[in-house]
Nanobody, 123 residues
């Protein structure tokens, strides 16, 4: 069993920054895909970014966040981070950490979800 616990959400003004954290407990953290999805009210959940926890930590981003968000990991702590900068009102959503199968770019099969953390960006 794997548990994912997110933290770091909050409210900021446009142009501001936030860092989300996702701490994983349990085994099988290594050589997996860890990533972030988000869901705004009335919209479908969408993939934001993912990183491979093995090897060089290959990562990918959705075009809407590329250049503004950075995903990183601390394997010793089994924690994945999402540094969000130059935030826009359209980034407002519930952000979910996820673990699943590495498929490269884009959404991936998820076997564990976190509970979510709210990010609100005001104009």
């Amino acid at each position: 069993q794997v548990q994912l616990v997110e933290s770091g959400g909050g409210s900021v003004q446009a142009g501001g920054s936030l860092r989300l954290s996702c701490a994983a407990s349990g085994n099988t953290y290594s050589r997996a895909c860890m990533g972030w999805f988000r869901q705004a009210p009335g919209q479908e959940r969408e993939w934001v970014s993912s990183i491979y926890t093995g090897g060089a930590g290959m990562s990918y981003y959705d075009d809407s966040v590329k250049g503004r968000f950075t995903i990183s990991q601390d394997n010793a702590k089994k924690t994945v981070y999402l540094q969000m900068s130059s935030l826009k009102p359209e980034d407002t959503a519930m952000y979910y950490c996820a673990r699943g199968l590495w498929v490269g770019y884009g959404t991936f099969p998820v076997d564990y979800w976190g509970q979510g953390t709210q990010v609100t960006v005001s104009s």
